[in-house]
């Protein structure tokens, strides 16, 4: 943070435009399960920022409560006027003309009786603001001419703006001297102690200082620069764009070889190709390694070296990185399932996934959650659990990778009902679920879990597992079923009838699949493919013969209504004259837009028993009419 709000946005600016950007995913998430042996073969790039974050675990951050860059500099300046006593009562007048200044407005002067310090530095920052750089630099100066006793708040902000007003040696020494200040007990409210430093870090690599600027933008970025991590992307690049001879030598830096290797490791694929920009500079990094020894920043390289293609490349890199990181883990993952070692892959993605922390429940809908790169290895880990034939570790790790479509299929095509249903209560009890947030994905597993039941003719066992709001639906559907096994025919047409209707117009929440062919999860809004299961040779016969099993009771999308019709059939079939012929009219207007050779099915049936098709002008109507259930 600068005081004044100065410029450190428009070295934040030129760092934005310096990288590349992301582009939104697709409406719809990634799946793990799709393409299998392709997830388990490509490496994705890493996060620059996360890597460093990870590395400077105890970076601290200057609170700022929501204030903006100047607000936050406003905030400390009044802060810094109170700590002199007897000034209370100057602080409204302070603060109107300072924000002004601050603005680069008209506004009133500096009340008078002012601490000596504090009005220098006031009029210093005001000439600054009007451009007026020779009295800025005076009044600065004056500052810090006054007795240390009498500068004691403002020395830090003033060398700091000594700095901003020099160049080259002269800006370095200033902002060596804010940090001495700080460490000698001035104040440094707005801690630019740790800041000077990312200021000293620009002025080295203007003049083409690179390992310079990466020691010192490493050092921000450990007492807490919210700028630094970005500042280290910008010198990476520089490197790499760097002439061969300067990049060598950077390259010789330990640490400048290390933050390159992560930089590579996250840029694209084809960048990374023979004649892709980003591949020299891969070829230079290894060149420079030393020959013999363990290497910091060996693990990024094997992984961008992976990504280039060149697998044996980062083998032997790999082969020099320190040994229990979860990315070089990650890495013997891939060559390992490469190789056709499955078992071996599954070992060292076992490893990366325990070191992972648990996503915390509630903090996102996992069922929509973005796939990170703890998602990424939980669900390649699944992927081979899968193949395995582990079906409750592979449902875990998806859903705690986030990925609810794979862990959907799972659940609803893989696993038997029964495998299911001992799952659930074990991993997603009503108990267990007791504290849970509301879009907790194993809710949705238990909703899953009781529609599919109530497609294998088990409603009575799915009430426990369905949402509250359903459950007298299902009720209603429970007892009419009843009622459709006992009594007169009339009695047993009418319960048909309304179970029919009930069928029709609450499937999606009572019957329908989550995904294929219903897409309960969309609401039944989008239709997002057939299936999962396409020729991927890592997809078994025993999976593909359970997920034939568990198709739904008929084909086709909205599977329910197919079913809701031939209920009405059957209530038709026990029905006479126009009663029997509405109901087929019924039967067929359900199906006609969407299915017309199913529906004729239905038309065919009026006709072989002779009933008036003129019933069905008026039937659809008065079906339309009736209160739905």
């Known amino acids: 943070?600068?005081?004044?709000?100065?410029?450190?946005?428009?070295?934040?600016?030129?760092?934005?435009?310096?990288?590349?950007?992301?582009?939104?995913?697709?409406?719809?998430?990634?799946?793990?399960?799709?393409?299998?042996?392709?997830?388990?073969?490509?490496?994705?790039?890493?996060?620059?920022?996360?890597?460093?974050?990870?590395?400077?675990?105890?970076?601290?951050?200057?609170?700022?409560?929501?204030?903006?860059?100047?607000?936050?500099?406003?905030?400390?300046?009044?802060?810094?006027?109170?700590?002199?006593?007897?000034?209370?009562?100057?602080?409204?007048?302070?603060?109107?003309?300072?924000?002004?200044?601050?603005?680069k407005v008209e506004g009133p002067p500096l009340p008078p009786g002012l601490p000596r310090e504090i009005a220098l530095y006031a009029q210093g920052a005001a000439a600054f603001h009007a451009g007026d750089q020779a009295g800025a630099r005076a009044k600065f100066t004056e500052?810090?001419?006054?007795?240390?006793?009498?500068?004691?708040?403002?020395?830090?902000?003033?060398?700091?703006?000594?700095?901003?007003?020099?160049?080259?040696?002269?800006?370095?020494?200033?902002?060596?001297?804010v940090?001495?200040?700080?460490?000698?007990?001035?104040?440094?409210?707005?801690?630019?102690?740790?800041?000077?430093?990312?200021?000293?870090?620009?002025?080295?690599?203007?003049?083409?200082?690179?390992?310079?600027?990466?020691?010192?933008?490493?050092?921000?970025?450990?007492?807490?620069?919210?700028?630094?991590?970005?500042?280290?992307?910008?010198?990476?690049?520089?490197?790499?764009?760097?002439?061969?001879?300067?990049?060598?030598?950077?390259?010789?830096?330990?640490?400048?070889?290390?933050?390159?290797?992560?930089?590579?490791?996250?840029?694209?694929?084809?960048?990374?190709?023979?004649?892709?920009?980003?591949?020299?500079?891969?070829?230079?990094?290894?060149?420079?390694?030393?020959?013999?020894?363990?290497?910091?920043g060996a693990a990024h390289l094997a992984w961008a070296a992976y990504r280039a293609g060149d697998a044996d490349l980062a083998r032997r890199l790999l082969a020099r990185a320190r040994p229990g990181t979860q990315l070089g883990d990650w890495l013997t993952a891939k060559l390992a399932a490469r190789a056709g070692n499955r078992a071996e892959a599954a070992r060292a993605l076992g490893r990366v996934v325990s070191r992972l922390e648990a996503a915390t429940p509630g903090d996102r809908d996992v069922r929509e959650a973005p796939l990170e790169p703890e998602s990424r290895a939980r669900g390649e880990l699944a992927i081979l659990r899968l193949d395995a034939?582990?079906?409750?570790?592979?449902?875990?790790?998806l859903l705690d990778a986030g990925s609810w479509r794979d862990a959907a299929h799972v659940a609803e095509r893989v696993m038997t009902v029964e495998e299911l249903r001992r799952f659930v209560d074990a991993h997603a009890s009503e108990a267990a679920l007791a504290s849970a947030p509301e879009d907790d994905a194993r809710r949705a597993l238990?909703?899953?879990?009781?529609?599919?039941?109530?497609?294998?003719?088990?409603?009575?066992?799915?009430?426990?597992?369905?949402?509250?709001?359903?459950?007298?639906?299902?009720?209603?559907?429970?007892?009419?079923?009843?009622?459709?096994?006992?009594?007169?025919?009339?009695?047993?047409?009418?319960?048909?009838?309304?179970?029919?209707?009930?069928?029709?117009?609450?499937?999606m929440e009572l019957?329908?699949?989550?995904?294929?062919?219903?897409?309960?999860?969309?609401?039944?809004?989008?239709?997002?493919?057939?299936?999962?299961?396409?020729g991927d040779r890592m997809i078994r016969r025993g999976e593909r013969e359970r997920y034939a099993a568990s198709s739904p009771p008929v084909p086709g999308r909205f599977h329910y209504r197919r079913v809701a019709a031939e209920t009405m059939r059957r209530a038709a079939e026990l029905s006479d004259g126009d009663e029997a012929a509405a109901r087929l009219c019924v039967a067929r207007g359900w199906l006609v837009t969407r299915e017309p050779r199913a529906a004729a099915v239905y038309l065919d049936e009026l006709r072989r028993r002779r009933l008036s098709i003129d019933a069905c002008d008026g039937a659809r109507a008065r079906e339309l009419a009736r209160e739905l259930p």
């Not at 992301?22 to 996060?47: E, I, K, N, Y």
């Open 1 to 103: 943070m600068r005081p004044d709000g100065l410029a450190w946005r428009g070295w934040l600016a030129l760092v934005l435009v310096a990288l590349p950007v992301l582009a939104c995913g697709p409406d719809f998430p990634d799946r793990f399960l799709r393409q299998r042996s392709r997830v388990l073969r490509d490496a994705p790039r890493t996060d620059f920022a996360r890597v460093l974050a990870a590395r400077a675990p105890t970076a601290k951050r200057t609170p700022r409560d929501g204030l903006d860059e100047q607000g936050a500099t406003l905030a400390a300046d009044l802060a810094d006027l109170l700590a002199h006593p007897g000034t209370a009562g100057l602080v409204a007048a302070y603060e109107r003309s300072r924000a002004a200044t601050m603005k």
């Open 143 to 177: 500052l810090m001419s006054l007795p240390a006793h009498a500068r004691r708040t403002k020395s830090t902000w003033a060398e700091f703006m000594l700095g901003k007003l020099d160049d080259g040696e002269g800006a370095i020494a200033h902002l060596r001297e």
């Open 179 to 296: 940090r001495l200040l700080a460490r000698a007990g001035f104040d440094d409210r707005l801690r630019l102690a740790e800041t000077s430093v990312s200021e000293w870090a620009r002025i080295e690599l203007a003049r083409g200082g690179l390992t310079a600027a990466v020691d010192l933008y490493s050092t921000a970025l450990a007492e807490g620069d919210p700028t630094a991590t970005e500042s280290l992307r910008v010198v990476a690049a520089a490197i790499l764009r760097a002439p061969p001879d300067a990049r060598s030598r950077a390259l010789r830096h330990p640490r400048a070889l290390e933050l390159v290797a992560v930089h590579l490791a996250g840029v694209r694929s084809d960048r990374l190709e023979r004649g892709g920009p980003a591949r020299a500079a891969l070829d230079a990094a290894v060149a420079s390694l030393p020959q013999t020894g363990e290497i910091g």
């Open 389 to 397: 034939g582990a079906l409750d570790a592979a449902l875990s790790l």
């Open 446 to 507: 238990r909703g899953l879990l009781a529609r599919r039941l109530v497609r294998e003719g088990l409603a009575s066992r799915a009430m426990r597992y369905l949402p509250s709001d359903d459950r007298p639906q299902l009720q209603r559907w429970l007892t009419l079923s009843r009622a459709s096994r006992r009594g007169s025919r009339a009695d047993r047409a009418e319960a048909l009838s309304s179970l029919a209707r009930l069928q029709r117009h609450r499937g």
């Open 511 to 534: 019957s329908g699949t989550e995904l294929a062919p219903d897409w309960h999860l969309d609401g039944g809004a989008f239709d997002e493919g057939a299936s999962t299961l396409d």
